[in-house]
């Protein structure tokens, strides 16, 4: 009989029971925000660092932590931060660099469009100001850096949508000569393809809502560092801004980590088939994949990426400037997810016109190559040949000689609205 009545024993019963012997083979889900000691000493050690231990899991968490361990080692970084999101991290990374009033921060003219909204709207109302410029103009964004100073160099391993491998090497040189930082969004290369912290990386972020989780089912991000000492600010970029990734999603991204070697090996091999396969489409006026993107590209990739491998995505330019032919084309898809993201296990199109880079202006867009008949796919794990069978059918449902034909520099104005973003 318990001492206590049942309103009582419904809250405590089953509770705090210590450890079984036996360490889990898999981590489990810490599902807790607190964690209790039987001494008020100890919870003291803990919270002043002199003991290991968990406290409160803004300040970390048993699965999370056990997701950083594994980023940190993966990554070849000192420590890893989980967030809740791919941009929490990047804002984390971009905190962490100190940025005040009147710094610069220059970005990769081709960064994910929400990273340079974030950069643009949430920094730039603090006074940073953002330049952009093209980073695989080695000899200019060198001469640009020294002359602006900025305290950060920001880029994509394989940029988003255009898919140009980063000399990450020589941007980090390129960084550290001026005093600057360089973070890397590493999120479509992904740790199986490249490791940044090896070629000088400062911080590497990732969205691990793409690749590292694989499964559509998590929304996460994290930020990898090469020295310990960024370790106090990027904590207090986590625990301060609060953007914590959860347990539940730190499991599933966890288990996600598994199989990323196997889910990249098909998935890269897919995107190469499939680059072959719009290679010989009469509806496409160019495929954009970097082993296609001529002998520089294809060099920075030999050098930068797992050797043979180009990515799991890859970028199609159709015949047509028709936004109406494109989503004719999208509709008829039966098998490939018109999703709006990728590295998920199932082939996904992104139009990113009005997904990725919505809000970008139409002109800005066509100047970088972001034209109306530009579609992102991103290759899953399914057979290749029922992806092409599923593009092939869907071509047939659209006549494209009806329309009009992209030209070399040909885009099309359209106004554009709404505040999503992906
Ligand atoms: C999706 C994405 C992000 C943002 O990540 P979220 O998890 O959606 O916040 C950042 N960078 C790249 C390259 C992405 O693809």
């Avoid at 290991?52 to 803004?58: A, K, M």
């Avoid at 006074?127 to 080695?138: C, Q, Y």
Wanted: charged share 20%; glycine share 8%.
């Amino acid at each position: 009989m318990s001492e206590f009545s049942i309103a009582t024993q419904l809250v405590h019963a089953g509770e705090r029971r210590v450890a079984p012997l036996g360490v889990p083979a898999a981590t489990p889900i810490y599902a807790t925000s607190t964690f209790v000691y039987e001494r008020m000493e100890d919870v003291d050690r803990v919270v002043e660092g002199e003991r290991e231990g968990f406290v409160y899991s803004r300040y970390g968490n048993p699965t999370v932590a056990a997701l950083e361990a594994a980023l940190a080692e993966i990554e070849n970084g000192k420590f890893a931060f989980c967030f809740g999101s791919g941009m929490a991290a990047l804002h984390a990374a971009l905190l962490a660099c100190e940025l005040s009033n009147g710094s610069v921060v220059l970005a990769s003219q081709d960064l994910y469009g929400a990273s340079l909204e974030l950069l643009q709207t949430i920094f730039g109302a603090f006074g940073v100001r953002t330049v952009t410029a093209d980073f695989s103009d080695l000899e200019a964004l060198r001469s640009k850096t020294q002359e602006l100073k900025p305290r950060v160099l920001i880029g994509e391993t394989i940029s988003n949508p255009l898919l140009k491998v980063l000399d990450v090497e020589t941007v980090a040189l390129i960084a550290h000569e001026a005093g600057a930082k360089l973070i890397v969004d590493n999120t479509f290369a992904t740790p199986f393809l490249c490791q940044p912290i090896n070629f000088g990386a400062d911080f590497v972020v990732h969205s691990a809502t793409k690749f590292l989780g694989g499964h559509a089912d998590a929304t996460g991000g994290v930020v990898i560092a090469r020295e310990d000492f960024d370790r106090p600010a990027l904590m207090g970029a986590l625990t301060l801004a609060g953007g914590v990734l959860s347990a539940w999603e730190a499991h599933s991204i966890l288990r996600g980590l598994k199989t990323l070697g196997l889910r990249l090996e098909k998935q890269c091999r897919n995107a190469e088939r499939l680059a072959e396969f719009f290679l010989d489409c009469e509806q496409v006026e160019k495929v954009i994949y970097p082993s296609l993107a001529g002998e520089r590209q294809t060099e920075i990739a030999n050098r930068i990426l797992r050797k043979n491998y180009c990515g799991a995505v890859l970028g199609v330019r159709l015949k047509t400037d028709s936004r109406a032919a494109v989503y004719e084309f999208m509709n008829a898809l039966r098998l490939c997810t018109r999703a709006a993201s990728v590295g998920d296990i199932f082939t996904g199109v992104v139009h990113p016109a009005t997904a990725t880079h919505r809000e970008m202006s139409a002109a800005k867009r066509g100047r970088l190559g972001i034209t109306e008949g530009l579609l992102r796919i991103s290759a899953g794990i399914e057979e290749v040949e029922d992806i092409i069978a599923d593009l092939e059918q869907a071509f047939e449902k659209v006549d494209f000689s009806e329309l009009p034909i992209a030209s070399a520099s040909g885009y099309v104005e359209f106004e554009v609205s709404g505040l999503s973003r992906i």
